[in-house]
């Protein structure tokens, strides 16, 4: 072997870890395009996440579950503050809005038939119903979205729950995109808008600017659905407490919360990376905000983003979600990121290989998922899809359940922050949740040291006196 | 499609703390007043002292169960949300001003206000005919898909924001943003338009009589055809408008349908 | 998040605190959390002070009355001592207070001499200037505070759902220019470069009661008239320094403004008729002052607009 610290006329310095491959071939690439680059998918860089959190079992202080057989309840209702039907589901988790433009409509069908077989919701996503899609969801989130593509009250009127869509964590802030290789004949007619063009849809609503308009948006959207379903508020996570608490005020009857981690079918990749935060660090902030507001027990909280496995489910349940939605990982389950031996090629379609394939924004899914093109889309097969989204909801299921079956709950729903600790300063100070083999939640703590030394204080003075103080 | 109705249920249970609304917008409790008067397929109704919710009861009680299709109602009072959601054919008078939201989500009815509107009246109607006698707000006729939507006065900002289709009159001034993101449809404006005309086009037309403070990005001006001022004649002799002498017609410039540069993973690789 | 509310009688005066209750009452779903008032009675050679001596939300345990007392006879012992001659200090609620006095000196070390008082702060300070702003609807802070006999010139007025701060007091609009004689303003939006303007401000050495954006307004307006520009072209200024979107109202001793940001997404809806011109959020509070038929319009992006009374 040679001598790698030898004195060497060709030895490297080192290389830059702010100027990687990656970024010199982005400048690059800006150079030639003169435009910010798309592309699919969440978050690339690092951020803290799900796992560093770990559970806090019970062993002898607390009563198990018996793990695989005994009771743990996972059903499931949204919304029952205002609506006359709340959202009855029997699982905590449910599949998110995702666009038919994004996705095929053979993709839309199967995790539409695949959440009614495990007794959970779909949602429209932007764009407009489907009616396929519609059929075959036994519960049916219709989204109102800012672009208001395909929008129709009768739609409306068939939905189980409504949600407004305000923001998404992948970017929050900024609209939807479609890039004009999707935007087929069909596509474009459901949205009204000529085919073929690249879609950026609004960041705002047409018909309100603020959270007060807001508030009455959301009254006419009851009227209009005579206060029978849940009315759901979908937010980016950014200045979560903030905005939850606003949000809370404009009166709905659940909030839904999107972390940074979530993906979507096509969006800058500068906003992908550089906007929201954690969801581990938005779900407290949320609860806060609900309680701070007092209606902690009338609005439901459904979080998002990054949703991998029944441990992450958990972990959101326990920081204080009642649901879950997931996406990205359903997508996978129909056979996202897959290579099929002999049909796609996903190196020769993409630039890619499978597992680092997030180019869902070209149209070229070669798993036909995210395309519209009709030979790709014969790829998917509705059933055989269907199942397998079954397959992974039912796991996510089971895990989730397992583990609080472990932590000594009947039900999923009783697990709560105390059933976690924490890995990290960094998710224990994000989570509040204290870090593993000690008290300390980082911030919390001083916060509730500098209290007692105040009171402290204050007592010493009421007793004692300025006056009399030692002198310091 | 026909609407869910349920009948108006007694509360049964001690009101849960969350079904209170503090702002007073959501009264999930509220029963139909059942105070119209009635006669034949005509019927009356004096909202000076009933809330949103109860107007809105007692507009479907009408309308689905009285077999009623003609329906005055008078001391609107500038509420906001009222005649929303309704899908089929009907024929009311708002004698008086709305709030916000006034005859949002409509599919059929022919409504006639004679006072004003606040912000985005009619917002996403399907099809059917609004006339607002006095000024509008804000976002008038966001969204909209079809039928038309006639302001007899003046509108605020960002009048027909993302357009789908459909015609919007309004007989003064629009303010900034007109026909921002409009995607289909047209708007006839007789006074003036503010800055920012048609931002964002993506199609349908915009024809303004007055003055234009400035286009948006991507609208053009272009040549009126013979068709156009035969739509333009016909929609006034419908509402009985002064038809203004020449009219400046307004397309999209399309120069942002697509990025103008693509990587090459986004060309289209396969069809 | 709120509802904003101006009428200015322009040729008289009228029940000022009456209509301005029924107004924003009439929009109390915008903002149930608190409810202010920015009224003008009948300009004097007295000066008019409003200040409160502790928030609604403090704690009353057992030493809180001693407490307030104590800090009233301070406030009244130094209003004496920096050269005021005190007609009357009326207790207005068992926190806030209402002050006469004559004085000729500059207001600024007066109102920081006040607010050094612990948990004082002054609301407001004018020859006819007097804000009122409280926890609760429009018609609980009326009750509390015997608004509806106030009468007076032209006033503004505001209902907050509090979101970025807390609800108390503190956050509740309208806000006095400090230390600007009878300047006071009311806002419905945000500006998204505050922390610069208030940065800047604080650099000439204005110092801020709230962290509320519309403070800034207020300070800004004043200052501008006080550097010698006219209360329009102080606010047309304004709509070029100051970022965000916002729809503004302003009051100064004689006169009403209102101002409108170039992206025009905070509603105002107005009605200028005989003797009166009502400004409101939703033309439903404008209603319950003027219930017959009336004609209203939204002012347009970047538009200021002031009438005298």
Redesign the interface.
């Known amino acids: 072997m040679a001598d790698e610290t030898a004195p060497s006329e060709t030895t490297l310095l080192g290389e830059s870890k702010i100027f990687t491959p990656e970024v010199i071939n982005d400048i690059h690439m800006k150079a030639e395009l003169g435009r910010y680059r798309m592309r699919g998918g969440g978050i690339f860089k690092k951020i803290p996440h799900w796992d560093e959190l770990v559970f806090l079992p019970g062993t002898l202080t607390r009563f198990v579950i018996e793990g695989y057989r005994e009771k743990c309840e996972t059903k499931t209702v949204l919304g029952s503050r205002f609506a006359k039907k709340p959202l009855e589901l029997d699982i905590p988790i449910y599949i998110t809005g995702m666009s038919f433009g994004a996705l095929s409509l053979e993709a839309k069908m199967a995790l539409a038939k695949g959440a009614s077989m495990a007794g959970t919701a779909t949602c429209s996503g932007e764009g407009g119903m489907i009616p396929p899609e519609r059929d075959l969801s036994t519960k049916w989130y219709y989204q109102v979205i800012q672009s208001r593509y395909g929008f129709n009250p009768h739609h409306l009127m068939l939905a189980d729950a409504v949600e407004f869509f305000i923001g998404q964590g992948c970017k929050v802030g900024m609209g939807g995109h479609l890039m004009g290789q999707k935007v087929t004949e069909q596509v474009a007619e459901m949205r009204s808008l000529p085919p073929g063009i690249d879609q950026r849809s609004p960041a705002r609503h047409p018909d309100w ?5 807001l ?2 948006k959301v009254q006419e959207v009851r009227e209009a659905t005579d206060y029978q379903v849940p009315i759901q508020l979908k937010l980016g996570a950014s200045r979560v407490y ?1 905005d939850v ?2 949000a809370a ?1 404009c009166g709905p009857d659940v909030i839904y919360l999107d972390g940074a981690e979530g993906g979507t079918g096509a969006g800058p990749h500068i906003g992908t990376e550089e906007t929201g935060i954690p969801l581990m660090a938005a779900i407290p902030e949320a609860r806060r905000a609900l309680e701070d507001v007092g209606l902690a027990d009338e609005i439901d909280l459904v979080v998002a983003g990054g949703i991998r496995n029944g441990a992450d489910v958990a972990k959101c349940i326990a920081l204080g979600a009642t649901a879950v939605a997931i996406g990205t990982a359903a997508l996978m389950a129909l056979g996202s990121n897959k290579e099929i031996p002999g049909v796609t090629d996903y190196v020769g379609a993409t630039g890619a290989p499978a597992s680092k394939f997030y180019h869902m924004h070209t149209g070229n899914d070669p798993a036909g998922i995210t395309t519209q093109d009709p030979e790709l889309r014969k790829r998917l097969d509705v059933d055989e899809g269907a199942m397998r989204v079954y397959n992974f909801l039912h796991a996510l299921t089971l895990e989730a359940q397992m583990l609080a079956r472990a932590c000594g709950k009947t039900n999923i729903h009783s697990l709560e922050p105390e059933d976690l600790a924490a890995l990290t300063t960094e998710s224990a100070a994000m989570a509040k949740v204290p870090l593993a083999g000690t008290n300390y939640v980082p911030g919390v703590t001083e916060d509730k040291t500098l209290g007692e030394i105040k009171q402290l204080l204050e007592k010493h003075v009421a007793n004692d006196g300025l006056a009399g103080g030692s002198g310091v | 499609m026909e609407q869910v109705m349920q009948a108006p249920e007694q509360s049964t249970v001690a009101t849960k703390p969350g079904r209170y609304d ?4 959501a009264e999930p409790d509220a029963v139909a007043p059942r105070t119209a008067v009635v006669s034949g397929d005509k019927a009356e109704l004096d909202a000076a002292d009933l809330s949103t919710r109860q107007i809105n009861l007692e507009l479907r009680r009408l309308l689905n169960e009285e077999g009623v299709s003609d329906i005055t109602v008078r001391n609107p ?4 949300s009222i005649a929303v959601g309704l899908l089929e054919r009907c024929r009311i008078k708002i004698d ?2 709305l ?2 939201f006034g005859c949002g989500l409509i599919d059929g009815p022919e409504i006639h206000v004679t ?2 509107v ?2 985005s009246v009619a917002e996403n109607m399907m099809s059917g005919v609004v006339v607002v006698d ?2 509008a ?2 976002l008038t006729g966001a969204a909209i898909r079809g039928g038309d939507l006639v302001i007899r ?2 509108v ?3 009048t027909g924001i993302d357009q789908k289709g459909g015609t919007i009159i309004v007989g003064g001034n629009a ?3 007109t026909g921002f993101m409009m995607q289909r449809g047209r708007q006839i404006i007789c006074g003036d338009a ?2 920012g005309l048609g931002d964002s086009m993506y199609d349908g037309t915009l024809y303004v009589a007055g003055k234009v403070a400035s286009l948006g990005i991507d609208c053009v001006e272009a040549e009126m055809t013979d068709a156009d001022a035969e739509l333009i004649d016909r929609k006034f002799r419908i509402y009985g408008l002064d038809r203004p002498d020449t009219f400046r017609k307004f397309v999209c410039g399309k120069q942002l349908y697509n990025y103008d540069t693509l990587e090459p993973s986004e060309r289209k690789l396969v069809l | ?3 904003i509310a101006g009428i200015i009688y322009t040729n008289g005066r009228g029940d000022v605190g009456r209509d301005m209750t029924n107004m924003l009452q009439a929009m ?5 959390d608190s409810t202010g008032y920015a009224l003008y009675g009948e300009p004097n050679d007295l000066l008019v002070m409003r200040f409160k001596l502790a928030d609604p939300n403090d704690g009353s345990d057992f030493g809180y009355e001693e407490r307030l007392n104590r800090s009233r006879r301070e406030v009244e012992a130094r209003l004496a001592k920096i050269g005021a001659t005190i007609d009357r200090v009326e207790g207005e609620s068992e926190y806030a207070y209402r002050a006469t006095f004559r004085y000729d000196g500059e207001l600024k070390p007066l109102a920081d001499y006040v607010e050094d008082v612990p948990g004082a702060e002054v609301l407001s300070l004018g020859h006819s200037l007097e804000i009122i702003k409280d926890l609760g609807d429009a018609e609980t802070v009326a009750e509390q505070y015997r608004l509806k006999e106030f009468t007076g010139t032209h006033a503004i007025g505001h209902v907050r ?4 701060s807390d609800v108390d007091i503190a956050g509740a609009h309208p806000y006095w220019a400090y230390p600007f004689s009878d300047v006071a303003v009311v806002h ?2 945000q500006l998204t470069n505050y922390h610069q303007w208030r940065r800047r401000l604080e650099r000439t050495g204005h110092r801020f009661q709230s962290e509320c954006d519309s403070e800034i307004i207020a300070v800004y307006l004043a200052q501008s008239m006080a550097d010698g520009l006219p209360l329009e072209a102080a606010m047309k200024q304004s709509l070029e320094d100051l970022d965000g ?1 916002f729809t503004y109202l302003v009051v100064t001793q004689d006169q009403l403004g209102m101002a409108k940001d ?1 992206m ?4 105002l ?1 107005l009605h200028e008729g005989d003797g009166v011109v009502a400004l409101a ?4 509070a ?2 319950e002052v003027l219930n017959q ?1 009336i ?4 002012p ?2 970047g538009e200021v607009m002031v009438w005298s009374r």
């Open positions: 600017m603020g959270p007060d308009d508030s009455l903030d608490r606003m005020k | 503090i702002r007073g917008l009072r500038a509420r906001h008086g001003s709030g916000y006072g004003r606040g912000w006095k000024n707000g804000s006065g003046h605020g900002a960002r303010g900034s943003m503010g800055n | 998040m709120c509802g109390k779903h915008r903002g149930p759902m509090a979101t970025e419905n939006g979107v170039e025009a997404a905070k509603p809806v959020s939703e033309e439903g404008i209603r038929e004609d209203s319009y939204d347009y992006e």
